[in-house]
């Protein structure tokens, strides 16, 4: 009798802790995304309007991140989690939809060290969860997903060309009415009703991944301008299609690391104030993870000031232009979000050369890091993107320079110098100066021993060691022969 007493207590523990399936129970790394698949042969009615949401719970600490379910084909729904902390994951699922309300599941999430996660921002400056430092995104113009849709080999190439070859550390493509149709550009072109097409969603997901595995991230234009019908107008903007759209993108790409996006281009046209806020809040309810949204306006105005980040349109700026624009909203971080491309003839007022792209991304470094789109459409390829560089060892050269040298806490401080000057005080100075063939240097606030070198911004990377620096102020670096060139001088203690 007390054996069989002792079963049934067993049985009812056993039922009340209602563990997940076996099935259900997944292993990952820190922002490493991973997808549970569950059957619902008994929905009816359009599937990208069925609304099943999982809630996932940090066993440690309590916190929580809502996501939702997103329809991928057939019978068949996915859903994805990325953790944000190691340790077990537990969720469950709420829908209207019996067979995708109270599922369950579990995740173990082990550390990752050294590999960034999602976009974050340290007061002005872009950063990186994970790593928990600051970059500057130096994005170079990609093809549109189309494109890669049809050719997905070439992404590993163009890593390897771009980032590993040139130094650029992010792609920028454009989604547009892609959204609904990946062959179609404008919403003439697209149904009445539409929904989301899987494939384009296949193509930039699969360019997520494979950037966010070269540690780098990917800005996604969402539309274009209403001139050329690039635009969500037709349907209503924030309306049920545009709605339905912005859900999938948040259920199916927010677990994704590694990605920002622009809502289009030629804004001041098309859209408005409220509506901006309207999608950006619904966004951010529906998305789960931390993905910074902007909208780009033209000069140094804004249309919205309540996104996540301040963008321009931006002709040409230099580095004052750059340090006005980050200042103007300096706790959060700045793009500079016209494309900035080399070309010819087209609008000589914008079009870019390649001392000028050189010279921009030192500008925008050396005003507190604020991000570009560069583009080299000399001979304009069919699918918009941008060929290699001829002058890339230069592009190189600024990317190894700033490559453990661009930090979260540093400051400008052009009273040091008769150059421009970013610092962490007391620690590192790093000038710059263009044309040059010396740089006057305060070096008081560095006590002690410390470690200069000098770099000429126009050639291959090559540190040159400056031994005869003090401490003190009055102090010049004499250049080997005139150029663009950047000094660093690092306290050892």
Known sequence: MLRTAFKLCACILLISVNPAPAEQIKEAKLWQPVEWKFDNPSHAGNP?????????????????????????????????????????????TQSADADLNGLKGQVNILPNPGVPGFITNFGGKWGRLGTNEAFIPQLVMYCDP??????????????????????????????????????KTRYNEVAADPNPDPRTFEAIELLLKKVHAAGGIVHIWAWGDEQRRMTPKRWGINGKIDKRLQRYICARLGPLPGWSMGYGFDLQEWVKDDELRTWHKYMHEHLGWPHYLGARAPDLEQICDSLDYS???????????????????PDKPTFLEDRFRVRKGVYPEKDYNFDMTRRGLWHSTMAGGAANIWGNLLDPRLDGMSHPYPNKHQIKTWSLFWKN??????????????????????????????????IEMNLDELNGKFHAVAVDAKSQYEEIELTNLKPKPGQQFKAPHRSDWAVAVKAEN
């Open 405 to 438: 040298r661009f930090k979260k806490e540093m400051t400008r401080d052009n009273s040091l110098t008769d150059a421009v000057c970013l610092k962490l005080p007391a620690k590192l100075l790093v000038f710059y100066k263009e044309d040059a063939d010396s």
């Open 48 to 92: 990208f309007d069925l609304v099943a949401k999982a809630a996932f719970t940090h066993a440690d600490t309590g916190r929580k991140v809502r996501t939702e379910l997103f329809y991928d084909s057939g019978n068949v729904w996915k859903l994805r989690f990325t953790g944000t902390l190691a340790g077990q994951w537990q969720f469950a």
């Open 146 to 183: 189309d494109t890669f849709a049809r050719d997905p080999d070439r992404i590993d190439a163009d890593i390897r060309e771009f980032f590993v070859g040139h130094g650029f550390n992010g792609f920028h493509t454009s989604a547009l009415c892609r959204w609904f149709d990946l062959d």
């Open 311 to 329: 963008s321009y349109q931006q002709h040409r700026p230099d580095y004052n232009t750059y340090v006005k624009a980050i200042e103007q909203y």
